[in-house]
């Protein structure tokens, strides 16, 4: 009688469960590659000692690399790949429409005009957690400004807050522009960290970014039900019992959140928010209670391989946002005209 | 609480400059089956909406067992009254099964799971809609007259005490807005329930519905039983056309055509 949902549920539980043992082998696997190569199992060890906090017998070198360099960097990326893609999932079930993402607000745009501020100004007010401040208190305002542009009543329309999302983007991006073209000799330092990068991350980018990362997914996670039931338009939402004004409230901000944290650590990296959740929209099905877990999981995993391709195997290390894009825009053409030519799957 | 009383008193609601609705008195009472028929832009839907709070009245009261609809929160409202709205999005892949078991919402505590009552709901009212075999299906990829029945099947099991529907029946075919309409008249009769809704066929609305709400430019231009308000005069009045309304044994039949041009 009941046995779709939970087939359906069954499966979506296995996948996550996969997807988990995936994105942990994962860690180790690239975790041990590298400049210099060690063996997964000596890697395995040093995390495991490390964790325990226990004096480690084998190769200090080894040591200092994986819980210095390596890891905090793989961190990193693992918990901005999960943010981005849990902040897609919350702006497309948000705003109705498959093509939003953290872009799509000018939330990310907002966090990248704060934190490249910061960087022409040479802004060190709160030493180096500034540029996160920046990056979250440009992405608050813009994040204000769309939503005081698009909502006349306590009612946000979808439409609304993409059109004005759209306009304060475009503003952004001139403004931005106008930075890069003040910055003479910081240009470079910009228009780098611009294009997204994990370079050099700290145990303090991977610490900041995870609890923000976590937090912010238990939030839209108490909210998931909510936001299946709004994915039937406001006003059948409301006749079900659902408070749509104030939900989306709270869930465009903690969404935002995420994403300015996200962006202010790595720079803009785009289309993991766009891609994922899509692509685990076709496995676990569109309920939001299993697909923000899976996405955040998707994404942890897509950051990390790209990053890994740009740190241990291509001869140069390619700015991450320009691989993600490369390799995520044709990805999503595909899958786009795939969704178009079959089943319309929404 | 099992049955719900609407008082409306002095309603008028408008958008900026203009008035959708002047100064409406109306009770709708357990155990009726209401329709509100008029001509488009009359108010119908608009009167739909500030019962089920959707809109707040400019003046008046829309008052639920005594108490203003603004005053309850929403899983109290959603607890009494269920909505057929009259346009629907799906916007995700859900299957018509998880979209009816949306109707359980209100019911079901949060991070808990649909219990045997809630899927015993789901499954008699995807029975009485006959999508007891589209349950897998995805939603969007349905007729317009699946995707209402699914809708119709969601405010069914809401299981509420009043219900408010939207022209329920107007993508459905001949055999399933009978079928609709029995049902809600089953549900004022065995249960006490209280069902309002907007009708286009006045042959419907006269065949199954205790009262007839008949508006006209945001006014009630008739409230009474279907031979009350339902006669070749009003419908020339209100919807201008010309109407033949014969009271047989078996109820009234209305036929209509368009006024020829003097």
Known sequence: ?346 | MDKVTYDIKGLSFGYSETCVLNDLDLTFEPGTLTAIVGPNGSGKSTLLDLMSGHHAPTAGTVHICGKSVSSYNPVELARLTALVPQEFDFNFPFTVREAVLMGRHPHIPRFSHPSAHDMALVDMAMKMTDIALLGDRILAELSGGEKQRTIFARALAQDTPALLLDEPTSSMDICHALKSMTELKRLTREKQRTVVTILHDLNLAAGFCDRIVMLKHGRIHAWGNATETITAEAISNVFGVHANVINTATGLHISYGIKERP
């Not at chain 1, 093509?99 to 934190?115: C, I, K, M, N, R």
């Not at chain 1, 030493?127 to 006349?152: D, E, H, K, Q």
């Not at chain 1, 944290?261 to 766009?274: E, K, N, P």
């Not at chain 1, 291509?314 to 894009?325: D, F, N, R, S």
Request: charged share 10%.
């Open chain 1, 1 to 346: 009688m009941t046995a779709v949902p939970r087939i359906r549920t069954a499966r979506a539980g296995l996948m996550i469960t996969l997807l988990a043992l995936v994105l942990g082998g994962l860690v180790v696997i690239t975790t041990s590659m590298g400049f210099i190569p060690i063996s997964p199992g000596e890697t395995l060890g040093v995390m495991w000692d490390g964790l325990r906090g226990a004096a480690n017998l084998s190769d200090q070198l080894h040591q200092s690399i994986i819980l210095e360099v390596r890891l905090p960097r793989i961190l990193t990326a693992v918990s901005v790949g999960f943010g981005l893609a849990v902040a897609g999932t919350v702006f497309q079930g948000l705003l109705l429409n498959p093509l939003a993402d953290p872009f799509t607000l000018g939330v990310s745009s907002g966090a990248a005009f704060g934190a490249a501020l910061a960087l022409l100004l040479g802004l060190t007010f709160l030493g180096p957690p500034t540029l996160c401040a920046m990056a979250f208190m440009g992405a608050v305002a813009t994040l204000f400004a769309v939503i005081t542009m698009s909502g006349r009543d306590s009612e946000l329309s979808p439409t609304n807050l993409i059109l004005s999302g759209v306009i304060v983007s475009a503003i952004l991006s001139a403004g931005l522009s106008l930075i890069k073209y003040l910055a003479d000799d910081r240009v470079s330092v910009i228009v780098f960290w611009l294009m997204g990068s994990f370079v050099s991350r700290t145990w303090y980018d991977a610490l900041l970014t995870t609890v923000t990362g976590l937090s912010g997914f238990a939030i839209c996670l108490y909210f998931a039900r909510d936001l299946n039931i709004m994915s039937l338009g406001s006003r059948s939402a409301k006749s079900l019992g659902v408070d749509t004004g104030r939900v989306r409230l709270i869930l465009l901000l903690t969404a935002s959140l995420i994403s300015a944290m996200c962006v202010s650590v790595s720079g803009i990296i785009g289309f993991v928010g766009l891609i994922i959740p899509h692509l685990m929209r076709f496995v676990v099905g569109p309920d939001n209670r299993w697909l923000l877990p899976a996405s955040g999981l998707g994404g942890a995993i897509l950051l990390l391989l790209a990053d890994t391709l740009t740190r241990a195997v291509l001869p140069h290390e390619v700015p991450i946002g320009v691989l993600t894009a490369l390799i995520g825009g044709p990805m999503f053409c595909w899958i786009f005209s795939r969704t178009r030519s079959g089943r319309h799957r929404g």
